[in-house]
Protein backbone atom coordinates (compact mmCIF):
# COMPACT_ATOMS: atom_id res chain seq x y z
CA UNK A 1 0.00 0.00 0.00
CA UNK A 2 2.92 2.57 0.68
CA UNK A 3 4.81 1.87 -2.24
CA UNK A 4 1.11 2.67 -4.37
CA UNK A 5 0.35 5.44 -2.14
CA UNK A 6 3.74 7.09 -2.64
CA UNK A 7 3.11 7.55 -6.39
CA UNK A 8 0.15 9.61 -5.60
CA UNK A 9 -2.35 8.34 -7.89
CA UNK A 10 -5.92 9.85 -8.33
CA UNK A 11 -6.88 6.68 -6.99
CA UNK A 12 -6.76 3.58 -4.82
CA UNK A 13 -8.79 0.16 -5.41
CA UNK A 14 -8.70 -1.91 -2.18
CA UNK A 15 -10.03 -5.72 -3.35
CA UNK A 16 -10.90 -6.79 0.24
CA UNK A 17 -7.22 -5.65 1.91
CA UNK A 18 -8.83 -6.71 5.70
CA UNK A 19 -10.28 -10.42 4.71
CA UNK A 20 -7.50 -12.57 6.48
CA UNK A 21 -7.36 -10.31 9.63
CA UNK A 22 -9.56 -11.39 12.64
CA UNK A 23 -12.07 -9.23 14.21
CA UNK A 24 -10.43 -7.07 16.56
CA UNK A 25 -7.57 -6.69 14.21
CA UNK A 26 -9.67 -6.09 10.95
CA UNK A 27 -11.62 -3.14 13.04
CA UNK A 28 -8.44 -1.76 14.39
CA UNK A 29 -7.58 -1.81 10.68
CA UNK A 30 -10.82 0.21 9.36
CA UNK A 31 -10.14 3.24 11.50
CA UNK A 32 -6.25 3.27 10.19
CA UNK A 33 -7.32 2.75 6.69
CA UNK A 34 -9.87 5.62 7.02
CA UNK A 35 -7.73 7.73 9.04
CA UNK A 36 -4.67 7.45 6.23
CA UNK A 37 -7.30 7.96 3.22
CA UNK A 38 -8.57 11.13 5.26
CA UNK A 39 -4.50 12.40 5.78
CA UNK A 40 -3.76 11.90 2.17
CA UNK A 41 -6.75 12.99 0.54
CA UNK A 42 -7.05 10.00 -1.47
CA UNK A 43 -9.97 8.68 -3.36
CA UNK A 44 -10.17 4.95 -1.88
CA UNK A 45 -12.47 2.18 -4.04
CA UNK A 46 -12.98 -0.07 -1.24
CA UNK A 47 -14.29 -3.60 -2.50
CA UNK A 48 -15.62 -5.87 0.18
CA UNK A 49 -18.36 -8.52 1.11
CA UNK A 50 -18.60 -7.89 4.89
CA UNK A 51 -21.49 -4.98 5.06
CA UNK A 52 -20.25 -3.97 8.44
CA UNK A 53 -16.92 -2.82 7.25
CA UNK A 54 -18.71 -1.10 4.23
CA UNK A 55 -20.93 0.78 6.34
CA UNK A 56 -18.13 1.69 8.77
CA UNK A 57 -15.88 2.83 6.08
CA UNK A 58 -17.46 4.34 3.45
CA UNK A 59 -18.72 7.95 2.55
CA UNK A 60 -20.65 6.81 -0.42
CA UNK A 61 -21.63 2.63 -0.66
CA UNK A 62 -22.46 1.13 -3.63
CA UNK A 63 -24.70 -2.00 -3.16
CA UNK A 64 -23.77 -4.67 -6.14
CA UNK A 65 -26.39 -7.60 -7.18
CA UNK A 66 -25.71 -10.04 -9.99
CA UNK A 67 -22.77 -7.14 -11.79
CA UNK A 68 -25.41 -4.27 -11.40
CA UNK A 69 -25.75 -1.15 -8.87
CA UNK A 70 -28.69 -1.98 -6.79
CA UNK A 71 -28.94 1.23 -4.69
CA UNK A 72 -26.11 3.85 -4.10
CA UNK A 73 -25.89 6.74 -1.53
CA UNK A 74 -24.58 6.92 2.10
CA UNK A 75 -24.33 4.61 4.53
CA UNK A 76 -27.07 6.06 6.97
CA UNK A 77 -29.25 6.16 3.33
CA UNK A 78 -28.93 3.07 2.24
CA UNK A 79 -29.92 1.41 5.72
CA UNK A 80 -32.64 3.74 6.65
CA UNK A 81 -34.03 4.06 3.22
CA UNK A 82 -33.18 0.90 1.19
CA UNK A 83 -35.20 1.41 -2.25
CA UNK A 84 -35.16 -2.62 -2.84
CA UNK A 85 -35.67 -5.69 -0.69
CA UNK A 86 -32.01 -6.69 -2.05
CA UNK A 87 -30.66 -4.01 -0.19
CA UNK A 88 -32.93 -3.83 3.12
CA UNK A 89 -31.63 -7.44 3.64
CA UNK A 90 -27.84 -7.11 2.68
CA UNK A 91 -27.11 -4.47 4.78
CA UNK A 92 -28.47 -4.93 8.61
CA UNK A 93 -31.35 -7.37 9.21
CA UNK A 94 -34.98 -6.25 7.99
CA UNK A 95 -38.62 -7.38 9.45
CA UNK A 96 -40.49 -6.90 6.18
CA UNK A 97 -43.95 -7.46 6.49
CA UNK A 98 -46.85 -7.48 3.71
CA UNK A 99 -49.33 -5.27 3.63
CA UNK A 100 -51.67 -3.41 0.97
CA UNK A 101 -51.48 0.68 1.07
CA UNK A 102 -55.49 1.29 2.00
CA UNK A 103 -55.11 5.37 1.62
CA UNK A 104 -53.14 8.37 2.44
CA UNK A 105 -53.33 10.50 5.77
CA UNK A 106 -51.56 13.86 5.20
CA UNK A 107 -47.76 13.10 3.98
CA UNK A 108 -48.35 9.52 5.38
CA UNK A 109 -49.52 6.59 3.49
CA UNK A 110 -51.82 4.39 5.45
CA UNK A 111 -50.89 0.11 5.12
CA UNK A 112 -53.32 -2.10 6.10
CA UNK A 113 -50.91 -4.94 7.73
CA UNK A 114 -53.03 -7.68 8.76
CA UNK A 115 -56.00 -6.06 9.78
CA UNK A 116 -54.32 -3.52 11.73
CA UNK A 117 -53.25 -0.32 10.27
CA UNK A 118 -49.84 1.67 10.01
CA UNK A 119 -48.55 5.03 8.81
CA UNK A 120 -45.16 5.43 6.78
CA UNK A 121 -44.32 8.60 5.82
CA UNK A 122 -44.69 9.07 2.17
CA UNK A 123 -41.37 9.62 1.52
CA UNK A 124 -40.03 6.37 2.47
CA UNK A 125 -41.91 4.53 0.10
CA UNK A 126 -40.80 2.52 -3.11
CA UNK A 127 -43.95 0.53 -3.73
CA UNK A 128 -45.40 1.14 -7.69
CA UNK A 129 -48.55 0.10 -6.09
CA UNK A 130 -50.95 -1.14 -3.92
CA UNK A 131 -48.84 -3.85 -2.63
CA UNK A 132 -46.24 -2.96 -0.56
CA UNK A 133 -43.32 -4.40 2.41
CA UNK A 134 -43.23 -2.52 5.36
CA UNK A 135 -40.04 -2.70 6.66
CA UNK A 136 -38.63 -2.16 10.29
CA UNK A 137 -35.31 -2.72 11.59
CA UNK A 138 -34.99 -4.56 14.63
CA UNK A 139 -33.63 -1.97 17.00
CA UNK A 140 -36.70 0.63 15.80
CA UNK A 141 -38.88 -1.80 17.43
CA UNK A 142 -40.14 -1.06 21.47
CA UNK A 143 -41.17 -4.23 23.10
CA UNK A 144 -43.53 -4.53 26.32
CA UNK A 145 -45.59 -6.91 27.82
CA UNK A 146 -49.22 -7.28 27.00
CA UNK A 147 -51.29 -4.81 28.58
CA UNK A 148 -48.55 -1.91 28.85
CA UNK A 149 -49.14 1.50 26.97
CA UNK A 150 -47.92 1.67 23.12
CA UNK A 151 -47.36 4.56 21.08
CA UNK A 152 -47.22 5.31 17.54
CA UNK A 153 -47.80 2.04 15.08
CA UNK A 154 -48.87 -0.76 17.27
CA UNK A 155 -49.05 -4.41 16.62
CA UNK A 156 -50.75 -6.68 19.08
CA UNK A 157 -51.08 -10.22 19.95
CA UNK A 158 -47.19 -11.10 20.10
CA UNK A 159 -45.62 -13.67 22.17
CA UNK A 160 -41.61 -14.24 22.52
CA UNK A 161 -40.66 -17.10 20.97
CA UNK A 162 -37.01 -17.01 21.71
CA UNK A 163 -34.51 -14.50 23.69
CA UNK A 164 -30.57 -14.29 23.76
CA UNK A 165 -28.55 -12.10 25.87
CA UNK A 166 -25.63 -10.16 23.68
CA UNK A 167 -24.30 -7.83 25.59
CA UNK A 168 -25.31 -4.31 24.59
CA UNK A 169 -29.08 -5.67 23.73
CA UNK A 170 -31.11 -8.76 23.96
CA UNK A 171 -32.63 -10.52 20.94
CA UNK A 172 -36.38 -11.56 20.78
CA UNK A 173 -38.19 -13.71 18.58
CA UNK A 174 -41.72 -13.02 18.66
CA UNK A 175 -44.02 -14.66 16.65
CA UNK A 176 -47.17 -12.98 15.43
CA UNK A 177 -50.80 -14.10 15.10
CA UNK A 178 -50.52 -14.48 11.29
CA UNK A 179 -47.47 -16.77 12.03
CA UNK A 180 -44.46 -14.79 10.73
CA UNK A 181 -41.82 -14.19 13.51
CA UNK A 182 -40.10 -10.40 13.74
CA UNK A 183 -36.96 -9.69 15.09
CA UNK A 184 -36.52 -7.30 17.98
CA UNK A 185 -33.08 -5.57 19.38
CA UNK A 186 -34.08 -3.85 23.04
CA UNK A 187 -30.85 -2.07 24.01
CA UNK A 188 -29.56 -3.17 28.09
CA UNK A 189 -29.64 0.54 29.11
CA UNK A 190 -31.54 0.17 32.23
CA UNK A 191 -32.65 -2.44 34.88
CA UNK A 192 -36.12 -3.92 34.43
CA UNK A 193 -36.80 -7.33 33.66
CA UNK A 194 -36.06 -9.54 30.38
CA UNK A 195 -39.21 -10.88 28.90
CA UNK A 196 -39.48 -14.31 29.05
CA UNK A 197 -39.88 -17.29 26.40
CA UNK A 198 -43.72 -17.61 26.03
CA UNK A 199 -44.79 -13.94 27.12
CA UNK A 200 -47.07 -11.69 25.41
CA UNK A 201 -46.09 -8.83 24.24
CA UNK A 202 -47.14 -5.83 21.93
CA UNK A 203 -44.48 -3.96 19.36
CA UNK A 204 -44.47 -0.53 18.46
CA UNK A 205 -42.28 1.84 16.78
CA UNK A 206 -42.67 6.08 14.95
CA UNK A 207 -43.51 5.97 11.27
CA UNK A 208 -40.60 7.97 10.66
CA UNK A 209 -38.51 4.31 11.65
CA UNK A 210 -40.30 2.59 9.24
CA UNK A 211 -39.49 2.23 5.29
CA UNK A 212 -42.37 0.67 2.35
CA UNK A 213 -40.92 -1.31 -0.52
CA UNK A 214 -42.69 -2.95 -3.34
CA UNK A 215 -44.82 -5.99 -2.61
CA UNK A 216 -44.44 -7.63 -5.64
CA UNK A 217 -40.07 -8.56 -5.14
CA UNK A 218 -39.14 -11.80 -3.11
CA UNK A 219 -38.83 -10.83 0.67
CA UNK A 220 -35.75 -12.43 1.28
CA UNK A 221 -33.63 -11.01 -1.51
CA UNK A 222 -30.53 -10.25 -0.26
CA UNK A 223 -30.68 -11.91 2.55
CA UNK A 224 -27.89 -14.93 2.13
Not at 50 to 78: C, F, H, R, W, Y
Not at 123 to 136: C, F, P
Not at 153 to 160: D, E, I, P, Q, S
Request: aromatic fraction near 6%; avoid cysteine; charged fraction near 25%.
Amino acid sequence: MARAIVNKPALLLLDEPLGALDLKLRRQMQIELKWIQTEIGITFVHVTHDQEEAMTMADTIAVMNNGKIEQMGSPDELYDSPKTKFVANFLGQSNLIPGTISGTDGDNLIIDLYGTKVAVPKKRSSATGNSALVGIRPEKFRISAEGKGATGNVLTGGVVSDVSYIGVSTQYQVEMPWGKELMVFEQNDDDEDFLRKGEKVTLSWEPVFSFVLDGSENATSGSN
